[in-house]
């Protein structure tokens, strides 16, 4: 396991993988940080904070890189570094974090505006009363594709405790947002589908 | 166990919020840190 950035350490340059004698292989890191902030955003559901900790995650990778093991899983590294600032911001502002999660939940209460169609913003109102632990993971596992091992290690747990994590998230999501088994119901609208059809994922 | 049907209806909204993060474009500030790390240590 790679360790995750502390401090003291004095920062080096890590030697070049199979790469370009003239390129920096912490150039890699680059290439995540749309999805970091995508999940900051989710997460936090404050773009300002959320890029605060996406700038403060590149910094340390950046610094810390000798740390990363090449060859080892470089996103899941990033997205730990990530996390455990998260944890870090909450554990200092939990009156806060409570207090807007409460104004979200009044704001799910009142009736979907489109009858049979979720809007995004519904999935995320419904995501924002979750634990942040279900949360997360319904982020890694189900909106980002992160397999099972991969956020296990992110969020330095067992694959069981993802597995149940994202059992009880999708359900109580399911539960929120009015679905039920078995039913076939559209969950999304022409506009949605449209992006759907025309962006990779 | 969740039924794999509503599973697979529940990741699928998932993707679309997450897709709908990635639209829009890294800040300014985040593009200019990146450019300042970029060119680190390189000559001139």
Redesign the interface.
């Known amino acids: 396991m790679n360790a995750v950035p502390g401090s003291g350490d004095p920062p080096q340059r890590a030697p070049a993988q199979n790469a370009p004698a003239d390129r920096d292989p912490r150039e890699e890191i680059i290439v995540h940080l749309p999805a970091l902030r995508a999940f900051a955003l989710g997460i936090t559901r404050d773009p300002v904070l959320a890029d605060d900790m996406v700038q403060e995650t590149l910094l340390k990778a950046w610094s810390k890189f000798h740390q990363f093991r090449p060859g080892t899983n470089l996103r899941s590294w990033l997205f730990t570094i990530l996390r455990n600032s998260l944890r870090t911001l909450r554990r200092k502002r939990s009156r806060e974090v409570a207090e807007v999660d409460e104004a979200m939940a009044a704001r799910l209460a009142t009736k979907p505006e489109q009858e049979g169609a979720l809007a995004l913003r519904e999935v995320e109102a419904a995501l924002a009363r979750l634990p942040v632990e279900q949360r997360e993971v319904l982020w890694l596992v189900g909106a980002m594709g992160f397999t099972i091992e991969e956020a296990a290690e992110t969020c330095g747990c067992a694959a069981g405790t993802i597995k149940s994590r994202a059992s009880r998230g999708r359900r109580a999501l399911a539960e929120m947002l009015g679905l039920k088994p078995g039913e076939t119901m559209d969950l999304t609208d022409r506009a949605t589908l449209a992006v759907m059809s025309t962006r990779p994922l | 166990?969740?039924?794999p049907?509503?599973?697979l209806?529940?990741?699928?909204?998932?993707?679309?919020?997450?897709?709908?993060?990635?639209e829009s474009e890294?800040?300014e500030?985040?593009q200019d840190?990146?450019r300042q790390?970029?060119n680190e240590?390189k000559p001139g």
Do not use: C, H
Not at chain 2, 12 to 22: A, G
């Open positions: 166990m969740i039924d049907a509503l599973q209806q529940i990741d699928e909204n998932l993707r679309l919020l997450y897709r709908s993060k990635l890294l800040p500030s985040l840190l990146v790390l970029l240590g």
